[in-house]
């Protein structure tokens, strides 16, 4: 089953503008991961942030955790028509597997 | 290699047959995973191994399905009497994490896109 929500589900935006995907998830987590899917692609790991971290920066990503809500969020700024994928958290309670759980997902598209 | 790579990179299979699909994970990387995603969905856990051990098979949705590794490096994940349901993406992760160390993220492969007709 999916771990949580991730809003907005779809997001149209211009080239150079910034874009906000927030995720939700339920349980307690080890570290929370966002990971970008190109259509009929595999996944590809942007980032992780840990569950004593707040927030984290990566090129024009950043992403900050807040454990007492529940949730996270994934600034990508200065977008490019590149970026359009769908975007997709996940959260690694730990444990013997460290298996991920993922949201839903949100489609970001980028037009020029 | 370089990444995890999956094959067959896309499979139609008749409802009933049986399919295997074969990933190659990192050059020692000992953790891998099996996740099946459903289209507009998320990855879903189907199963772990760190090296030749299946730790964690509790995502397998059927006993229709069975994965292993037996070597610690290349596995494979069998699906039996394929029905209609078992459509799906079915990605193959590996990662450096062993249980109780450091976090590091997943590196997937392209997938395999399954089609039972």
């Known amino acids: 089953s999916q771990q949580g929500e991730e809003d907005p589900q779809a997001l149209s935006i211009q080239e150079g503008e910034n874009a906000t995907m927030n995720c939700s998830y339920k349980?307690?987590?080890?570290?929370l991961q966002w990971y970008r899917q190109n259509s009929g692609r595999g996944l590809v790991h942007l980032i992780l942030?840990?569950?004593?971290?707040r927030e984290k920066h990566s090129g024009r990503l950043r992403v900050t955790l807040d454990t007492s809500k529940k949730s996270s969020s994934l600034l990508i700024t200065a977008s490019r028509a590149a970026d359009t994928a769908s975007y997709f958290c996940?959260?690694?309670?730990?444990?013997?597997?460290?298996?991920?759980?993922f949201g839903t997902g949100t489609r970001l598209q980028v037009t020029l | 290699g370089a990444g995890v790579s999956q094959s067959p990179r896309y499979k139609v299979a008749k409802r009933g047959q049986d399919v295997a699909l074969r990933c190659d994970p990192i050059?020692?990387?000992?953790?891998l995973f099996w996740y099946q995603q459903a289209l507009g969905q998320g990855p879903e856990f189907l199963t772990y191994?760190?090296?030749?051990?299946?730790?964690?098979k509790s995502g397998l949705p059927s006993d229709r399905f069975f994965a292993e590794r037996p070597e610690g490096s290349v596995s494979t994940l069998k699906i039996q009497r394929t029905q209609q349901e078992d459509s799906a993406v079915y990605l193959c992760?590996?990662?450096?994490?062993?249980?109780?160390?450091?976090?590091?993220?997943?590196?997937f492969g392209s997938g395999t896109r399954l089609t039972v007709v």
């Open positions: 996940a959260t690694d309670s730990g444990g013997t597997a460290s298996k991920l759980t």
């Open positions: 349980t307690s987590i080890n570290n």
């Open positions: 992760a590996s990662s450096l994490r062993l249980a109780g160390g450091k976090s590091y993220g997943y590196t």
């Open positions: 942030i840990r569950s004593n971290e």
């Open positions: 050059s020692g990387h000992v953790s």
């Open positions: 191994f760190q090296n030749e051990a299946q730790l964690d």
